[in-house]
DNA sequence: TCAAAACGTTGACATAGGGCAGCGTTATCA
DNA sequence: TGATAACGCTGCCCTATGTCAACGTTTTGA
């Protein structure tokens, strides 16, 4: 049940069986079926999440009412509303998971209180953070200026997993473009 | 000198006056001259910066040579090319001044080494990360499908100051957009 | 297991915005 | 302070990509 986290955690430099128990005991399974939203757009982001298996998906909608993806999370991975999990303010975005999901949730509380309490579990958080912007800057760097069939080819090289287990409209609202201009480009390569 | 970081660290809460001395202790003061490269595409950061005057920017250069901003720092701001900071890979991007500056330099070992001893430090670069990655989120639903007028409107309403400091080309390749295209969009607000 | 819905692909068409050039203004630093 | 270079604005043209629609295929869940 919690087989996956456990390892992630094992592999923490410092951290004792004896502490990684007590973090394990802060997060509860939580089942979800394909397509449920988790967080939606008002919310505000009570939980932080482990995804034991499945995948998950970060978007929002424009005032048009298009979809923007930002982040796709799948097994090992964390995944939450990060900004309005930080700031509790309303999430401006869904947490939707795109197949039947096993999540292991701890609340905002635990977890900062696990992050004051055990120096690994602080490292997993700064690590979190520092990835998470280090991703965020290529991914603006790697957008930036550039046409639809080199942000396909970026994304080719710095997240090959994406375009294989996503479908074709998620992707495309995840690179800012349009479906049919995606389908080109693949039929091109 | 040290003013602006000085008063920076004295609003920390749980920082007592040895700790904030020790700290800015660390910060060596370094004076630039008007669009001097701080950081190179090729090297490696060393060294986090404050900016006691002045502003800075971080850009890259893509194949064909042209300029994708991703972030201006101005007085009270940290700044560095975070990244490659933390790290310790090719920046591949450029820090730039963008005027005459008074810059306070820390290395990374010290500032490591501050981190791990002071939580009052340890929290500022905890904020940095959050807001910094909580800012890449915004700008990427910010950014994303929308055209030049919606993000012109974007930008004006969520870093106002941005517009008017700095350069049309430079706030163009922010946006990323041709600078024609700004400067058509002001001429129609 | 099958009907209905969602999705992917492709063609025709429309358009936002890039590139370039010319001109006047502003900024720079020797 | 003045010569030179950088910048901002605007018009013209062109291309990449969005929109829409049609059609076949795949997926889904009752």
Same mark, same amino acid.
């Given at each position: 049940m919690k087989r996956t986290l456990k390892d992630k955690l094992k592999n923490? !430099?410092? =951290?004792s069986d004896m502490a990684i128990e007590e973090v394990l005991a802060c997060f509860k399974p939580v089942k979800t079926k394909r397509n +449920? !939203? !988790? !967080?939606?757009?008002?919310e505000t982001c009570k939980y932080y999440y482990f995804i034991e298996k499945g995948s998950l998906r970060l978007y929002t909608l424009n005032v048009e009412g298009k979809e923007s993806s930002r982040y796709f999370g799948f097994e090992g991975n964390f995944c939450t509303a990060l900004p309005s999990f930080i700031d +509790?303010?309303? =999430?401006?975005e869904y947490l939707q998971s795109l197949e039947k999901c096993d999540l292991l949730a701890i609340s905002r509380a635990d977890f900062f209180k696990m992050v004051d309490k055990h120096g690994f579990f602080a490292r997993i958080y700064l690590e979190i953070l520092e990835l998470g912007f280090i991703t965020a800057q290529k991914r603006i760097y790697g957008f930036q200026g550039f046409d639809a069939m080199e942000k396909v080819k970026w994304v080719i090289n710095n997240q090959p997993k994406l375009l294989l287990r996503i479908s074709n409209k998620m992707a495309a609202s995840y690179l800012g473009i349009s479906p049919s201009t995606l389908s080109r480009i693949k039929a091109k390569l």
């Amino acid at each position: 049940m919690k087989r996956t986290l456990k390892d992630k955690l094992k592999n923490c !430099i410092g =951290a004792s069986d004896m502490a990684i128990e007590e973090v394990l005991a802060c997060f509860k399974p939580v089942k979800t079926k394909r397509n +449920q !939203i !988790i !967080i939606d757009f008002e919310e505000t982001c009570k939980y932080y999440y482990f995804i034991e298996k499945g995948s998950l998906r970060l978007y929002t909608l424009n005032v048009e009412g298009k979809e923007s993806s930002r982040y796709f999370g799948f097994e090992g991975n964390f995944c939450t509303a990060l900004p309005s999990f930080i700031d +509790q303010q309303p =999430a401006m975005e869904y947490l939707q998971s795109l197949e039947k999901c096993d999540l292991l949730a701890i609340s905002r509380a635990d977890f900062f209180k696990m992050v004051d309490k055990h120096g690994f579990f602080a490292r997993i958080y700064l690590e979190i953070l520092e990835l998470g912007f280090i991703t965020a800057q290529k991914r603006i760097y790697g957008f930036q200026g550039f046409d639809a069939m080199e942000k396909v080819k970026w994304v080719i090289n710095n997240q090959p997993k994406l375009l294989l287990r996503i479908s074709n409209k998620m992707a495309a609202s995840y690179l800012g473009i349009s479906p049919s201009t995606l389908s080109r480009i693949k039929a091109k390569l």
